[in-house]
């Protein structure tokens, strides 16, 4: 799978009028890279960061992002690049403060954040491929350029990891699910979170009654039929990749506010 290297961003930085950065509403921190912001101020470049997938959380906790973000004199938007929440207004405020045209602004991310599908909701067409999961066909290649609006031109890149995110986003991003070495470990810990937000979520997504997380991967993996024909031992692999699947496109869903601690 191809990722954006250091040196190549640290290039395109350097080119660029604006960088956007994308994280996620459902946990900016995690999905959110220090050294990439360091990065954009060291090359004297405008930082605005874009909250996406904002129609997966409550409107209020978006909107506490974005206070929290400007408190810290960052720019910062909330989007949904599926319902196209906020996005009129980012393509104003881009249009009325890009003045110096033309100009490029470069978008930048962890992968699946939803850069590609942001750029096709702001040209308003479906310009650049998306896909649900890491490494599926879709996914961004390689740099390309997109104009959306008259002078200005976005870069989509492909995905960053950054060495400092959360173990489990570095890992369930970085590469295809089928790939991923313990899965059962990381579904385990996907699941925890889930429940800490909401207790009901995983018995209300699967229709299962278990709750604790070994005994919800096994009760899931009969449920779907992924047991062994001879052992007749549930697939708790196969059900540990579900959940990662499912929590990758937003069916699983929490949301933490910049108050909670991580
Ligand atoms: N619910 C929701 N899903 C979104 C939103 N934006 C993108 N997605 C979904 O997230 C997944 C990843 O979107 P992409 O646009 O391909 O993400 P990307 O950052 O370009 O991914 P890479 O090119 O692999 O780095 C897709 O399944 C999108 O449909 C959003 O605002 N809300
Ligand atoms: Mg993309």
Redesign the pocket.
């Known amino acids: 799978m191809m990722l954006l290297s250091w040196s190549n961003l640290k290039r395109l930085i350097g080119r660029a009028d604006v960088v956007l950065e994308?994280i996620e509403a459902r946990n900016p921190p995690v999905t959110r890279s220090a050294k990439v912001e360091k990065l954009v101020e060291e090359l004297g470049k405008i930082l605005i960061i874009i909250i996406?997938?904002?129609?997966?959380i409550p409107l209020h906790v978006c909107k506490e992002w974005q206070r929290h973000f400007e408190a810290q004199n960052i720019k910062a938007f909330y989007?949904?690049?599926?319902t196209l929440t906020g996005i009129r207004k980012l393509k104003q405020y881009l249009d009325e403060t890009v003045v110096l045209r033309p100009a490029t602004i470069l978008l930048v991310?962890y992968?699946?954040?939803?850069?590609?599908?942001?750029i096709n909701a702001l040209k308003g067409s479906k310009s650049a491929s998306?896909?649900?999961y890491?490494g599926s066909p879709?996914?961004?290649k390689s740099s390309t350029l997109y104009k959306i609006l008259p002078g200005i031109y976005m870069i989509?890149t492909?995905?960053i990891i950054p060495p400092e995110g959360s173990d489990i986003e570095m890992i369930i991003r970085r590469a295809p699910v089928e790939k991923i070495q313990n899965p059962v470990r990381i579904a385990q810990r996907i699941i925890e979170i889930v429940q800490k937000f909401d207790s009901n979520i995983i018995n209300h997504v699967y229709h299962i009654r278990s709750t604790e997380p070994l005994e919800v991967l096994e009760e899931l993996a009969i449920k779907r039929g992924w047991v062994s024909k001879r052992s007749k031992e549930a697939n708790i692999d196969e059900a540990a990749r579900a959940i990662i699947r499912d929590y990758l496109?937003?069916k699983l869903t929490y949301y933490i506010l910049p108050s909670s601690d991580r």
């Open positions: 994308v996406n997938k904002c129609d997966l989007v949904s690049s599926l991310g992968p699946k954040v939803g850069k590609s599908s942001l998306t896909s649900p890491p879709g996914y961004t989509d492909p995905g496109r937003g």
